[in-house]
């Protein structure tokens, strides 16, 4: 019988990536659970505790992105959670949307992470409406009508920014939504 040259270092070298790749899977599934963590603390209105899990989400991220060379594809998930979590953390504390480059996330997670944020956006719109905040509703809706209309002109296959399209006619709904909620919450 023959055997395949080199058989024994292939294996082994196939269980260290597979060893790699579960590690940055584990990762991605923490950073997703912290990023909900803390968008749920923000909703509820505890920011001293979604501060706090925004730092665990950071220290995960930077963990992956050490160990995710060559598995981004796994990882892309957690990065896109992770521009919604901290995106909406900034919104929420300094009133501005963050960059890509000042949150330190490659492109297509930046993209897909804002473009999710638009719900976290209505959410706190409609609560703001129901606290009689037509103002802080009307910034909320800015801040989603904004990020909707920088990206209206985009299209990319989706093999390129996976749901992308899916993402843009959502964020659309939601825009058109909350610009319907504020007008009856104005003129009533």
């Given at each position: 019988m023959?055997?395949?040259p080199d058989v024994g270092r292939i294996e082994k070298r196939l269980i260290a990536l597979?060893?790699?790749?579960?590690i940055v899977q584990e990762l991605s599934r923490d950073a997703i659970r912290a990023a909900g963590k803390s968008i749920t603390l923000m909703h509820a209105g505890k920011m001293k505790g979604a501060g706090?899990?925004?730092k665990r989400l950071a220290a995960l991220i930077l963990k992956l992105k050490k160990a995710e060379k060559g598995f981004e594809y796994f990882s892309?998930?957690?990065h896109q959670e992770y521009v919604?979590?901290?995106a909406?953390?900034?919104?929420?504390?300094?009133?501005?949307?963050?960059?890509?480059?000042?949150?330190?996330?490659r492109e297509i997670?930046?993209?897909l992470g804002i473009m999710d944020l638009t719900g976290e956006l209505k959410r706190e719109a409609i609560e703001a409406m129901r606290d009689g905040d037509t103002k802080l509703a009307n910034e909320y809706y800015g801040f989603m009508k904004g990020i909707y209309d920088?990206?209206?002109?985009?299209?990319?296959?989706?093999?390129?920014?996976?749901?992308?399209?899916?993402?843009q006619d959502t964020a659309r709904i939601q825009v058109e939504s909350t610009a319907s909620e504020l007008l009856g919450a104005t003129s009533r």
């Open positions: 023959r055997s395949i597979q060893k790699k790749k579960d706090s899990e925004m892309t998930q957690a919604e979590a901290r909406f953390y900034i919104i929420l504390k300094e009133r501005r949307l963050a960059s890509a480059g000042e949150l330190r996330v997670p930046y993209l920088s990206t209206r002109a985009m299209r990319f296959a989706n093999s390129l920014v996976p749901e992308f399209r899916r993402k």
